[in-house]
Protein backbone atom coordinates (compact mmCIF):
# COMPACT_ATOMS: atom_id res chain seq x y z
CA UNK A 1 0.00 0.00 0.00
CA UNK A 2 2.75 2.37 0.54
CA UNK A 3 4.54 2.31 -2.60
CA UNK A 4 0.87 2.59 -4.42
CA UNK A 5 0.51 5.45 -2.49
CA UNK A 6 3.71 6.70 -3.11
CA UNK A 7 3.50 6.97 -6.32
CA UNK A 8 -0.29 8.12 -6.45
CA UNK A 9 1.28 10.99 -4.45
CA UNK A 10 4.12 11.35 -7.35
CA UNK A 11 1.12 11.24 -9.91
CA UNK A 12 0.09 14.06 -8.14
CA UNK A 13 2.71 16.31 -8.08
CA UNK A 14 3.21 15.37 -11.85
CA UNK A 15 -0.11 16.95 -12.62
CA UNK A 16 0.35 19.68 -10.39
CA UNK A 17 3.68 20.59 -12.17
CA UNK A 18 1.99 19.92 -15.94
CA UNK A 19 -0.20 22.94 -15.08
CA UNK A 20 2.04 25.25 -13.73
CA UNK A 21 4.67 24.40 -16.92
CA UNK A 22 2.31 23.58 -19.71
CA UNK A 23 4.38 20.52 -20.35
CA UNK A 24 2.41 17.63 -22.75
CA UNK A 25 0.16 15.43 -20.53
CA UNK A 26 2.10 11.94 -21.49
CA UNK A 27 5.40 13.10 -19.64
CA UNK A 28 2.94 12.82 -16.03
CA UNK A 29 3.63 9.48 -15.99
CA UNK A 30 7.16 8.93 -17.79
CA UNK A 31 8.88 7.89 -14.14
CA UNK A 32 6.30 4.84 -14.17
CA UNK A 33 6.72 3.73 -17.71
CA UNK A 34 10.46 4.35 -18.09
CA UNK A 35 11.92 0.93 -17.64
CA UNK A 36 9.32 -0.66 -19.80
CA UNK A 37 9.59 2.16 -22.58
CA UNK A 38 13.20 1.26 -22.49
CA UNK A 39 13.18 -1.90 -23.94
CA UNK A 40 11.53 -0.36 -26.70
CA UNK A 41 13.99 1.59 -27.88
CA UNK A 42 16.32 0.57 -31.13
CA UNK A 43 19.72 2.73 -32.11
CA UNK A 44 20.81 3.40 -35.31
CA UNK A 45 22.88 0.90 -36.67
CA UNK A 46 26.42 1.93 -36.89
CA UNK A 47 28.87 -0.35 -39.19
CA UNK A 48 32.00 1.65 -39.35
CA UNK A 49 32.48 1.93 -35.55
CA UNK A 50 30.64 -0.99 -34.57
CA UNK A 51 27.89 -1.47 -32.12
CA UNK A 52 29.46 -1.80 -28.89
CA UNK A 53 32.89 -0.56 -27.88
CA UNK A 54 33.03 -2.42 -24.53
CA UNK A 55 31.79 -5.99 -26.24
CA UNK A 56 33.21 -8.82 -24.63
CA UNK A 57 35.97 -10.29 -27.08
CA UNK A 58 34.27 -13.48 -28.41
CA UNK A 59 30.87 -11.28 -29.19
CA UNK A 60 33.71 -9.01 -31.29
CA UNK A 61 34.64 -11.82 -33.08
CA UNK A 62 31.53 -12.85 -33.80
CA UNK A 63 30.79 -9.26 -35.20
CA UNK A 64 33.68 -9.32 -36.95
CA UNK A 65 32.70 -12.54 -38.78
CA UNK A 66 29.10 -11.45 -39.81
CA UNK A 67 30.68 -8.35 -40.72
CA UNK A 68 32.60 -10.01 -43.76
CA UNK A 69 30.99 -12.95 -43.83
CA UNK A 70 29.63 -12.13 -47.50
CA UNK A 71 33.32 -11.36 -48.69
CA UNK A 72 35.18 -14.02 -46.97
CA UNK A 73 32.48 -16.88 -48.94
CA UNK A 74 33.47 -14.82 -52.10
CA UNK A 75 36.99 -14.89 -51.22
CA UNK A 76 36.36 -18.80 -50.44
CA UNK A 77 34.93 -19.14 -54.03
CA UNK A 78 37.14 -17.27 -55.52
CA UNK A 79 40.01 -19.46 -54.25
CA UNK A 80 38.08 -22.68 -54.77
CA UNK A 81 37.59 -22.05 -58.47
CA UNK A 82 41.52 -21.04 -59.32
CA UNK A 83 42.32 -24.52 -57.12
CA UNK A 84 39.77 -26.24 -59.56
CA UNK A 85 41.34 -24.73 -62.76
CA UNK A 86 44.33 -25.37 -61.71
CA UNK A 87 43.96 -28.32 -60.37
CA UNK A 88 42.44 -29.46 -63.48
CA UNK A 89 45.25 -28.57 -65.69
CA UNK A 90 47.83 -29.85 -63.33
CA UNK A 91 46.11 -33.39 -63.56
CA UNK A 92 45.56 -32.66 -66.94
CA UNK A 93 49.58 -32.39 -67.78
CA UNK A 94 50.39 -34.76 -65.53
CA UNK A 95 48.30 -37.26 -67.21
CA UNK A 96 49.14 -36.46 -70.42
CA UNK A 97 53.05 -36.04 -69.46
CA UNK A 98 52.39 -40.02 -67.81
CA UNK A 99 50.95 -40.94 -71.10
CA UNK A 100 54.20 -39.48 -73.03
CA UNK A 101 56.79 -41.09 -70.77
CA UNK A 102 55.15 -44.29 -70.50
CA UNK A 103 55.57 -44.24 -74.36
CA UNK A 104 58.77 -42.88 -74.50
CA UNK A 105 59.85 -45.38 -72.00
CA UNK A 106 58.06 -48.42 -74.69
CA UNK A 107 59.75 -46.53 -77.43
CA UNK A 108 63.23 -46.48 -75.30
CA UNK A 109 62.30 -50.24 -74.71
CA UNK A 110 62.13 -50.87 -78.21
CA UNK A 111 65.41 -49.04 -79.31
CA UNK A 112 67.38 -51.11 -76.75
CA UNK A 113 65.86 -54.04 -78.05
CA UNK A 114 66.57 -53.67 -81.44
CA UNK A 115 70.01 -52.57 -80.82
CA UNK A 116 70.24 -56.06 -78.69
CA UNK A 117 68.17 -57.88 -81.44
CA UNK A 118 71.03 -56.42 -84.39
CA UNK A 119 73.82 -57.76 -81.77
CA UNK A 120 72.32 -60.81 -81.83
CA UNK A 121 72.33 -61.58 -85.10
CA UNK A 122 75.62 -60.39 -85.23
CA UNK A 123 76.81 -62.27 -82.67
CA UNK A 124 75.05 -65.78 -84.42
CA UNK A 125 76.75 -64.47 -87.68
CA UNK A 126 79.91 -65.12 -86.21
CA UNK A 127 79.14 -68.10 -84.32
CA UNK A 128 77.47 -69.63 -87.53
CA UNK A 129 80.63 -68.32 -89.23
CA UNK A 130 82.93 -70.27 -87.46
CA UNK A 131 80.85 -72.94 -87.58
CA UNK A 132 81.06 -73.06 -91.00
CA UNK A 133 84.63 -72.58 -91.58
CA UNK A 134 85.57 -75.43 -89.13
CA UNK A 135 82.76 -77.83 -90.93
CA UNK A 136 84.34 -76.92 -94.49
CA UNK A 137 87.84 -77.30 -93.54
CA UNK A 138 86.89 -80.75 -91.60
CA UNK A 139 85.66 -82.41 -95.11
CA UNK A 140 88.73 -81.15 -96.42
CA UNK A 141 90.98 -83.19 -94.25
CA UNK A 142 88.66 -85.74 -94.71
CA UNK A 143 88.79 -85.80 -98.61
CA UNK A 144 92.78 -85.54 -98.16
CA UNK A 145 93.13 -88.67 -95.96
CA UNK A 146 90.45 -90.83 -97.97
CA UNK A 147 92.55 -90.19 -101.18
CA UNK A 148 93.37 -93.57 -102.96
CA UNK A 149 97.06 -92.19 -103.73
CA UNK A 150 100.27 -92.92 -102.45
CA UNK A 151 101.36 -89.29 -100.55
CA UNK A 152 104.37 -88.94 -98.93
CA UNK A 153 103.58 -87.07 -95.23
CA UNK A 154 105.46 -84.33 -96.89
CA UNK A 155 102.84 -84.38 -99.28
CA UNK A 156 100.09 -84.61 -97.12
CA UNK A 157 101.42 -82.08 -94.68
CA UNK A 158 101.54 -79.35 -97.47
CA UNK A 159 97.96 -80.16 -98.45
CA UNK A 160 96.66 -79.47 -94.91
CA UNK A 161 98.69 -76.46 -95.11
CA UNK A 162 97.16 -75.17 -98.25
CA UNK A 163 93.51 -76.52 -97.41
CA UNK A 164 93.62 -74.39 -93.87
CA UNK A 165 95.35 -70.99 -95.52
CA UNK A 166 92.36 -71.23 -97.73
CA UNK A 167 89.49 -71.47 -95.55
CA UNK A 168 91.63 -69.27 -93.09
CA UNK A 169 91.56 -66.39 -95.53
CA UNK A 170 88.17 -67.29 -96.77
CA UNK A 171 86.46 -66.62 -93.31
CA UNK A 172 87.36 -62.59 -92.32
CA UNK A 173 86.35 -63.29 -89.09
CA UNK A 174 88.52 -66.16 -87.88
CA UNK A 175 91.77 -65.12 -85.63
CA UNK A 176 93.08 -68.88 -85.64
CA UNK A 177 92.27 -71.99 -87.67
CA UNK A 178 94.62 -75.58 -87.05
CA UNK A 179 94.19 -79.29 -87.41
CA UNK A 180 95.96 -80.82 -84.24
CA UNK A 181 96.95 -84.75 -84.20
CA UNK A 182 97.01 -86.58 -80.98
CA UNK A 183 100.81 -87.46 -82.01
CA UNK A 184 101.90 -83.77 -81.00
CA UNK A 185 102.11 -82.83 -84.89
CA UNK A 186 100.24 -79.98 -85.54
CA UNK A 187 99.65 -77.23 -88.48
CA UNK A 188 98.39 -73.49 -87.03
CA UNK A 189 97.70 -70.15 -88.98
CA UNK A 190 96.23 -67.16 -86.85
CA UNK A 191 96.44 -63.15 -87.20
CA UNK A 192 99.16 -60.76 -85.81
CA UNK A 193 98.60 -57.48 -85.51
CA UNK A 194 102.10 -57.10 -86.33
CA UNK A 195 105.75 -58.98 -86.29
CA UNK A 196 109.37 -58.19 -86.93
CA UNK A 197 111.44 -60.56 -89.11
CA UNK A 198 114.92 -59.60 -88.26
CA UNK A 199 115.87 -55.62 -88.20
CA UNK A 200 112.92 -55.56 -91.25
CA UNK A 201 109.38 -55.09 -90.55
CA UNK A 202 106.71 -56.55 -92.54
CA UNK A 203 103.08 -55.89 -93.35
CA UNK A 204 101.96 -59.59 -93.27
CA UNK A 205 99.21 -60.48 -90.28
CA UNK A 206 99.13 -64.19 -91.23
CA UNK A 207 101.40 -66.73 -89.17
CA UNK A 208 101.92 -70.08 -89.25
CA UNK A 209 102.71 -72.43 -86.02
CA UNK A 210 103.54 -75.58 -86.82
CA UNK A 211 105.50 -78.90 -84.92
CA UNK A 212 105.98 -81.83 -87.56
CA UNK A 213 107.37 -84.58 -84.92
CA UNK A 214 105.61 -86.94 -83.05
CA UNK A 215 105.71 -86.16 -79.34
CA UNK A 216 104.63 -88.69 -76.76
CA UNK A 217 101.49 -87.71 -74.63
CA UNK A 218 102.74 -85.99 -71.58
CA UNK A 219 105.63 -83.91 -73.21
CA UNK A 220 105.69 -80.70 -74.42
CA UNK A 221 105.79 -80.60 -78.63
CA UNK A 222 107.84 -78.40 -80.21
CA UNK A 223 106.77 -74.83 -81.75
CA UNK A 224 107.97 -73.03 -84.96
CA UNK A 225 106.70 -70.00 -86.40
CA UNK A 226 107.00 -67.80 -89.16
CA UNK A 227 104.83 -65.56 -91.60
CA UNK A 228 102.98 -66.24 -94.46
CA UNK A 229 102.53 -64.16 -97.54
CA UNK A 230 98.88 -62.73 -97.21
CA UNK A 231 98.19 -63.74 -101.31
CA UNK A 232 100.14 -67.06 -101.75
CA UNK A 233 100.61 -68.66 -98.44
CA UNK A 234 104.75 -68.89 -99.05
CA UNK A 235 106.44 -68.56 -96.40
CA UNK A 236 108.32 -65.39 -95.64
CA UNK A 237 111.10 -66.37 -93.48
CA UNK A 238 112.82 -69.26 -92.40
CA UNK A 239 111.08 -70.67 -89.52
CA UNK A 240 112.16 -69.86 -85.95
CA UNK A 241 111.55 -72.33 -82.73
CA UNK A 242 109.43 -70.47 -79.76
CA UNK A 243 108.43 -71.23 -76.40
CA UNK A 244 107.05 -74.77 -76.22
CA UNK A 245 103.01 -75.41 -75.96
CA UNK A 246 100.59 -78.43 -76.14
CA UNK A 247 97.45 -77.99 -77.70
CA UNK A 248 96.39 -81.74 -76.49
CA UNK A 249 96.50 -80.14 -72.65
CA UNK A 250 93.19 -77.28 -73.85
CA UNK A 251 90.00 -78.06 -72.63
CA UNK A 252 88.49 -77.74 -76.18
CA UNK A 253 90.46 -80.31 -77.48
CA UNK A 254 89.75 -83.22 -75.01
CA UNK A 255 85.73 -81.80 -75.13
CA UNK A 256 85.99 -82.42 -78.71
CA UNK A 257 88.37 -85.76 -78.67
CA UNK A 258 85.93 -87.46 -76.09
CA UNK A 259 82.36 -86.24 -77.05
CA UNK A 260 79.89 -87.86 -78.33
CA UNK A 261 78.97 -85.11 -81.10
CA UNK A 262 82.57 -84.37 -81.39
CA UNK A 263 81.93 -80.62 -80.66
CA UNK A 264 83.53 -78.14 -78.33
CA UNK A 265 83.67 -75.15 -77.24
CA UNK A 266 85.77 -72.83 -74.70
CA UNK A 267 85.87 -69.09 -73.39
CA UNK A 268 89.51 -67.98 -72.81
CA UNK A 269 92.10 -65.07 -73.47
CA UNK A 270 94.54 -65.07 -76.33
CA UNK A 271 97.93 -64.62 -77.02
CA UNK A 272 96.98 -60.45 -77.76
CA UNK A 273 95.37 -60.48 -74.30
CA UNK A 274 91.82 -60.53 -75.69
CA UNK A 275 88.63 -63.49 -74.63
CA UNK A 276 88.27 -65.44 -77.82
CA UNK A 277 86.35 -67.98 -78.17
CA UNK A 278 87.45 -71.61 -79.78
CA UNK A 279 85.78 -73.94 -81.41
CA UNK A 280 86.75 -77.74 -81.83
CA UNK A 281 85.31 -80.43 -83.68
CA UNK A 282 86.40 -83.96 -84.32
CA UNK A 283 88.26 -85.32 -87.31
CA UNK A 284 87.86 -88.74 -88.47
CA UNK A 285 88.06 -91.19 -91.61
CA UNK A 286 85.23 -90.91 -93.86
CA UNK A 287 85.12 -94.80 -94.59
CA UNK A 288 87.10 -96.48 -91.12
CA UNK A 289 85.53 -94.19 -88.25
CA UNK A 290 89.47 -93.64 -87.20
CA UNK A 291 90.04 -90.24 -85.69
CA UNK A 292 92.64 -88.09 -87.16
CA UNK A 293 92.52 -85.44 -85.53
CA UNK A 294 90.59 -82.56 -83.79
CA UNK A 295 90.05 -78.89 -85.82
CA UNK A 296 90.56 -75.76 -83.74
CA UNK A 297 88.83 -72.71 -85.03
CA UNK A 298 88.87 -69.42 -82.66
CA UNK A 299 87.66 -66.03 -83.09
CA UNK A 300 88.07 -62.91 -80.78
CA UNK A 301 85.13 -61.70 -78.96
CA UNK A 302 86.15 -58.23 -79.21
CA UNK A 303 84.66 -57.83 -82.32
CA UNK A 304 80.85 -57.93 -80.54
CA UNK A 305 82.51 -55.04 -79.19
CA UNK A 306 83.48 -53.52 -82.44
CA UNK A 307 79.32 -53.90 -83.46
CA UNK A 308 78.13 -52.68 -80.40
CA UNK A 309 80.37 -49.64 -80.68
CA UNK A 310 78.59 -48.78 -83.86
CA UNK A 311 75.64 -47.57 -81.91
CA UNK A 312 74.61 -44.86 -80.68
CA UNK A 313 74.40 -45.57 -77.08
CA UNK A 314 73.10 -42.48 -76.23
CA UNK A 315 75.76 -42.12 -73.77
CA UNK A 316 75.34 -45.70 -72.39
CA UNK A 317 76.90 -48.43 -72.99
CA UNK A 318 76.90 -52.49 -73.61
CA UNK A 319 78.72 -55.12 -72.49
CA UNK A 320 78.43 -58.85 -72.96
CA UNK A 321 79.36 -61.60 -69.96
CA UNK A 322 79.66 -65.70 -69.36
CA UNK A 323 78.20 -65.36 -66.21
CA UNK A 324 80.94 -63.25 -64.39
CA UNK A 325 83.32 -62.45 -66.53
CA UNK A 326 83.56 -60.02 -69.18
CA UNK A 327 83.58 -61.40 -72.19
CA UNK A 328 83.01 -58.02 -74.76
CA UNK A 329 82.08 -54.38 -74.01
CA UNK A 330 82.27 -51.12 -75.35
CA UNK A 331 84.46 -49.19 -72.59
CA UNK A 332 87.77 -50.51 -73.78
CA UNK A 333 88.17 -52.73 -70.50
CA UNK A 334 89.96 -55.11 -73.46
CA UNK A 335 92.79 -53.34 -75.00
CA UNK A 336 93.99 -54.82 -78.03
CA UNK A 337 97.71 -54.76 -76.85
CA UNK A 338 99.59 -57.08 -78.61
CA UNK A 339 101.86 -60.38 -76.91
CA UNK A 340 100.63 -59.51 -73.64
CA UNK A 341 98.39 -62.13 -72.04
CA UNK A 342 96.50 -60.99 -68.67
CA UNK A 343 96.12 -64.97 -67.47
CA UNK A 344 92.44 -64.73 -67.98
CA UNK A 345 89.25 -63.41 -68.49
CA UNK A 346 88.46 -59.89 -66.34
CA UNK A 347 85.60 -60.19 -64.02
CA UNK A 348 82.57 -57.80 -64.35
CA UNK A 349 82.38 -56.61 -61.00
CA UNK A 350 86.54 -55.70 -62.06
CA UNK A 351 85.65 -53.63 -64.64
CA UNK A 352 86.78 -49.71 -65.61
CA UNK A 353 83.25 -48.58 -65.57
CA UNK A 354 81.52 -48.41 -62.75
CA UNK A 355 78.34 -48.51 -64.60
CA UNK A 356 79.10 -52.13 -65.38
CA UNK A 357 80.19 -52.86 -61.80
CA UNK A 358 76.67 -51.26 -60.59
CA UNK A 359 74.71 -52.98 -63.05
CA UNK A 360 76.50 -56.50 -63.07
CA UNK A 361 75.87 -56.62 -59.21
CA UNK A 362 72.25 -55.15 -59.52
CA UNK A 363 71.81 -58.53 -61.72
CA UNK A 364 73.24 -60.58 -59.20
CA UNK A 365 70.94 -59.51 -57.11
CA UNK A 366 67.87 -59.94 -58.27
CA UNK A 367 68.52 -63.52 -58.79
CA UNK A 368 70.41 -63.29 -62.58
CA UNK A 369 73.71 -64.07 -61.43
CA UNK A 370 73.43 -68.11 -62.56
CA UNK A 371 73.91 -68.45 -66.05
CA UNK A 372 73.85 -72.36 -65.58
CA UNK A 373 70.12 -72.11 -65.42
CA UNK A 374 69.92 -70.16 -68.73
CA UNK A 375 71.73 -73.67 -70.57
CA UNK A 376 69.24 -75.91 -73.00
CA UNK A 377 69.82 -79.32 -73.06
CA UNK A 378 71.17 -80.92 -76.29
CA UNK A 379 74.04 -78.66 -76.96
CA UNK A 380 72.72 -76.45 -79.98
CA UNK A 381 72.29 -72.82 -80.59
CA UNK A 382 69.42 -71.02 -80.48
CA UNK A 383 68.27 -68.13 -82.28
CA UNK A 384 67.73 -64.51 -80.82
CA UNK A 385 64.03 -64.48 -80.92
CA UNK A 386 64.37 -67.35 -78.46
CA UNK A 387 66.25 -65.57 -75.88
CA UNK A 388 65.18 -64.49 -73.19
CA UNK A 389 65.00 -60.26 -72.55
CA UNK A 390 64.23 -57.94 -69.52
CA UNK A 391 63.68 -54.05 -69.22
CA UNK A 392 64.14 -52.19 -66.39
CA UNK A 393 64.87 -48.91 -64.51
CA UNK A 394 66.95 -49.21 -62.39
CA UNK A 395 69.64 -46.36 -60.10
CA UNK A 396 73.40 -47.05 -61.09
CA UNK A 397 75.57 -44.61 -59.23
CA UNK A 398 72.94 -42.46 -58.09
CA UNK A 399 71.40 -41.61 -61.46
CA UNK A 400 68.65 -43.27 -63.52
CA UNK A 401 69.07 -45.80 -66.07
CA UNK A 402 67.05 -47.78 -68.34
CA UNK A 403 68.67 -51.52 -68.74
CA UNK A 404 68.05 -54.58 -70.61
CA UNK A 405 69.62 -57.55 -70.94
CA UNK A 406 69.16 -60.59 -73.16
CA UNK A 407 70.69 -64.18 -72.93
CA UNK A 408 72.09 -66.08 -75.72
CA UNK A 409 73.29 -69.75 -76.01
CA UNK A 410 75.38 -70.78 -78.82
CA UNK A 411 75.99 -74.77 -77.77
CA UNK A 412 76.69 -74.95 -73.96
CA UNK A 413 77.89 -71.56 -73.72
CA UNK A 414 75.74 -68.98 -72.50
CA UNK A 415 76.52 -65.10 -72.79
CA UNK A 416 74.25 -62.87 -71.71
CA UNK A 417 74.38 -58.82 -73.68
CA UNK A 418 73.56 -56.07 -71.02
CA UNK A 419 72.68 -52.85 -72.53
CA UNK A 420 72.36 -49.76 -70.30
CA UNK A 421 71.36 -46.22 -70.97
CA UNK A 422 70.88 -43.10 -69.23
CA UNK A 423 67.53 -41.90 -68.37
CA UNK A 424 68.39 -38.33 -68.76
CA UNK A 425 69.93 -38.65 -72.18
CA UNK A 426 66.16 -39.42 -73.05
CA UNK A 427 63.74 -37.75 -70.63
CA UNK A 428 65.72 -34.83 -70.16
CA UNK A 429 63.47 -32.90 -72.51
CA UNK A 430 60.59 -34.17 -71.16
CA UNK A 431 61.53 -33.77 -67.40
CA UNK A 432 62.55 -30.11 -67.79
CA UNK A 433 59.23 -29.55 -69.29
CA UNK A 434 57.61 -31.07 -66.65
CA UNK A 435 59.41 -28.43 -64.09
CA UNK A 436 59.00 -25.51 -66.38
CA UNK A 437 55.30 -26.34 -66.36
CA UNK A 438 54.80 -26.67 -62.71
CA UNK A 439 56.31 -23.58 -62.22
CA UNK A 440 54.00 -21.76 -64.76
CA UNK A 441 50.67 -23.35 -63.17
CA UNK A 442 51.48 -22.49 -60.03
CA UNK A 443 52.18 -18.71 -60.70
CA UNK A 444 49.17 -18.57 -62.78
CA UNK A 445 47.08 -20.04 -59.69
CA UNK A 446 48.95 -17.58 -57.71
CA UNK A 447 48.39 -14.68 -60.13
CA UNK A 448 44.54 -16.00 -60.74
CA UNK A 449 44.02 -15.65 -57.21
CA UNK A 450 46.25 -12.19 -55.98
CA UNK A 451 43.80 -10.84 -58.89
CA UNK A 452 40.42 -12.38 -58.03
CA UNK A 453 40.78 -11.31 -54.47
CA UNK A 454 41.86 -7.79 -55.13
CA UNK A 455 38.96 -7.10 -57.79
CA UNK A 456 36.07 -9.29 -55.16
CA UNK A 457 37.46 -6.71 -52.46
CA UNK A 458 37.57 -3.49 -54.46
CA UNK A 459 34.13 -4.06 -56.33
CA UNK A 460 32.04 -6.14 -53.90
CA UNK A 461 33.01 -4.57 -50.59
CA UNK A 462 30.54 -1.74 -51.01
CA UNK A 463 27.87 -3.86 -52.45
CA UNK A 464 28.49 -5.88 -49.29
CA UNK A 465 28.38 -3.13 -46.47
CA UNK A 466 25.07 -1.91 -48.18
CA UNK A 467 23.67 -5.50 -47.98
CA UNK A 468 24.36 -6.09 -43.92
CA UNK A 469 23.07 -2.45 -43.71
CA UNK A 470 20.06 -3.32 -45.40
CA UNK A 471 20.02 -6.49 -43.08
CA UNK A 472 20.21 -5.03 -39.75
CA UNK A 473 17.82 -2.31 -40.52
CA UNK A 474 15.28 -5.43 -41.13
CA UNK A 475 16.84 -7.20 -38.42
CA UNK A 476 16.09 -3.87 -36.46
CA UNK A 477 12.22 -3.38 -38.09
CA UNK A 478 11.56 -7.29 -37.16
CA UNK A 479 12.75 -6.81 -32.98
CA UNK A 480 10.51 -3.62 -32.77
CA UNK A 481 7.60 -5.06 -34.31
CA UNK A 482 8.09 -8.19 -32.01
CA UNK A 483 8.32 -5.31 -29.36
CA UNK A 484 5.82 -3.83 -29.89
CA UNK A 485 3.68 -6.28 -29.91
CA UNK A 486 4.81 -7.51 -26.36
CA UNK A 487 3.82 -4.28 -25.01
CA UNK A 488 0.74 -4.32 -27.40
CA UNK A 489 -0.32 -7.45 -25.16
CA UNK A 490 0.64 -6.10 -21.91
CA UNK A 491 -1.67 -3.38 -22.38
CA UNK A 492 -4.65 -4.98 -23.82
CA UNK A 493 -4.05 -7.55 -20.90
CA UNK A 494 -3.65 -4.73 -18.08
CA UNK A 495 -6.61 -2.94 -19.64
CA UNK A 496 -8.60 -6.42 -19.22
CA UNK A 497 -7.94 -7.03 -15.70
CA UNK A 498 -8.12 -3.45 -14.33
CA UNK A 499 -11.63 -3.52 -16.00
CA UNK A 500 -12.35 -7.06 -14.27
CA UNK A 501 -11.11 -5.88 -11.19
CA UNK A 502 -13.45 -2.78 -11.10
CA UNK A 503 -16.94 -4.36 -11.30
CA UNK A 504 -16.33 -6.09 -7.49
CA UNK A 505 -14.78 -3.37 -5.92
CA UNK A 506 -18.03 -1.12 -6.92
CA UNK A 507 -20.12 -3.48 -5.46
CA UNK A 508 -17.76 -3.39 -2.37
CA UNK A 509 -18.60 0.13 -2.09
CA UNK A 510 -22.24 -0.13 -2.63
CA UNK A 511 -22.62 -3.06 -0.13
CA UNK A 512 -20.07 -0.55 2.22
CA UNK A 513 -22.98 2.32 1.20
CA UNK A 514 -25.86 0.59 2.92
CA UNK A 515 -23.99 -0.45 5.57
CA UNK A 516 -23.68 2.78 6.41
CA UNK A 517 -27.23 3.80 5.59
CA UNK A 518 -28.35 1.59 8.77
CA UNK A 519 -28.15 2.38 12.61
CA UNK A 520 -24.30 1.47 13.42
CA UNK A 521 -22.50 2.49 16.75
CA UNK A 522 -20.13 5.64 16.30
CA UNK A 523 -16.95 3.27 16.17
CA UNK A 524 -18.53 1.09 13.96
CA UNK A 525 -19.33 3.60 11.46
CA UNK A 526 -15.47 4.96 11.63
CA UNK A 527 -14.26 1.69 11.13
CA UNK A 528 -17.17 1.26 7.38
CA UNK A 529 -15.90 4.49 6.58
CA UNK A 530 -11.91 3.40 6.44
CA UNK A 531 -13.12 0.55 5.02
CA UNK A 532 -14.73 2.32 1.78
CA UNK A 533 -11.86 4.48 2.03
CA UNK A 534 -9.20 1.71 1.27
CA UNK A 535 -12.04 0.14 -1.54
CA UNK A 536 -12.15 3.64 -3.00
CA UNK A 537 -8.42 3.65 -3.13
CA UNK A 538 -8.32 0.50 -4.95
CA UNK A 539 -10.92 1.92 -6.99
CA UNK A 540 -8.18 4.52 -7.94
CA UNK A 541 -5.41 2.18 -8.12
CA UNK A 542 -7.27 0.40 -10.96
CA UNK A 543 -8.46 3.17 -12.64
CA UNK A 544 -4.49 4.89 -12.20
CA UNK A 545 -3.39 1.09 -14.63
CA UNK A 546 -6.19 1.05 -17.05
CA UNK A 547 -4.91 4.87 -17.20
CA UNK A 548 -1.29 3.40 -17.94
CA UNK A 549 -2.56 0.76 -20.19
CA UNK A 550 -4.12 4.12 -22.26
CA UNK A 551 -1.20 6.00 -22.38
CA UNK A 552 0.51 2.90 -23.60
CA UNK A 553 -1.96 3.11 -26.22
CA UNK A 554 -2.05 6.64 -27.25
CA UNK A 555 -5.41 7.39 -25.46
CA UNK A 556 -5.02 8.89 -22.11
CA UNK A 557 -6.67 12.13 -21.53
CA UNK A 558 -6.19 14.27 -18.53
CA UNK A 559 -8.75 16.43 -16.90
CA UNK A 560 -7.88 19.12 -14.55
CA UNK A 561 -10.42 19.28 -11.01
CA UNK A 562 -9.59 20.26 -7.83
CA UNK A 563 -8.90 18.43 -4.47
CA UNK A 564 -8.33 18.90 -0.93
CA UNK A 565 -5.02 17.69 0.03
CA UNK A 566 -5.57 17.60 3.65
CA UNK A 567 -8.74 15.28 2.99
CA UNK A 568 -6.31 12.94 1.24
CA UNK A 569 -3.72 13.03 4.03
CA UNK A 570 -6.31 12.39 6.76
CA UNK A 571 -7.80 9.30 4.91
CA UNK A 572 -4.52 8.18 4.60
CA UNK A 573 -4.11 8.57 8.28
CA UNK A 574 -7.42 6.37 8.95
CA UNK A 575 -6.15 3.62 6.82
CA UNK A 576 -3.13 2.80 8.65
CA UNK A 577 -4.39 3.64 12.02
CA UNK A 578 -5.64 0.20 12.68
CA UNK A 579 -2.50 -1.30 11.75
CA UNK A 580 0.03 0.90 13.77
CA UNK A 581 -2.64 0.80 16.90
CA UNK A 582 -2.21 -2.89 16.58
CA UNK A 583 1.48 -2.72 16.37
CA UNK A 584 1.58 -0.33 19.64
CA UNK A 585 2.38 2.92 17.01
CA UNK A 586 0.80 5.85 16.84
CA UNK A 587 0.43 7.60 13.38
CA UNK A 588 -0.73 11.07 13.45
CA UNK A 589 -0.90 14.03 10.71
CA UNK A 590 1.35 17.51 11.05
CA UNK A 591 0.06 19.77 8.27
CA UNK A 592 0.94 22.90 7.26
CA UNK A 593 -2.03 25.51 8.47
CA UNK A 594 -0.91 26.98 4.79
CA UNK A 595 -2.03 24.19 3.12
CA UNK A 596 -5.45 23.66 4.26
Same mark, same amino acid.
Not at 535 to 559: C, H, P, R, V, Y
Given at each position: ?????????????????????????????????????????????????????????????? %???????????????????????????????????????????????????????????? =???????????? %?????????????????????????????????????????????????????????????????????????? +?????????????????????????????????????????????????????????????????????????????????? =?????????????????????????????????????????? &??????? =??????????????????????????????? +???????????????????????????????????????????????????????? +??????????????????????????????????????????????????????????????????????????????????????????????????????????????????????????????????????????????????? &?????????????????? &?????
Amino acid at each position: MVSLIERLRKASQCSASQEGTGEPPEAGMSALTSARKSSTSYPAPDLEQGEDVQAAPGQKKK %RFLKKYDILFLRLAIMFTLACLLSGSTALSFFLSSARCRDSLTQLVQSYQNDLIERTSDD =VFNLFGSGELCA %RFLVGSMQRIHAARINWTNDTIDDLIKEAIFGTFTDCAQTSSLGFFKGDGTYISISSSDKFTLGNSTTSSRIQM +MFNNETTPAGQLPRRFTTYLAEDTGEPLSPPREVARLDPRARDWYNQALHSADGLAEQVLVGISGRPQLSLGRRVTHPTNGR =VLGVIGLSFYLTTISRYMSEFDLKGGLMYVTNGTMLVADTVG &DYAAATN =VSTGGLLPASQSSSLVVRESFAYLKSVGQGN +MNVYSLSGGQGINASDASSTFREVRLGGAPYFLQYKYLQFRNIVLRQVMVLPRDSI +MRPIDSGARYTKAIVIGVTAATCALGFLLIVLFTDPVSKEMRLKAQVIENLEGRRQAEAREDFKTKFLARTSHDLRTPSAAMLGLLDVILESSLETDQADRVKQVKECALTQLKLLNDILDFSKIEAGKMQLENELFDIGNLLESLV &DIFSVQCTAKGLEVGLDM &DSNLI
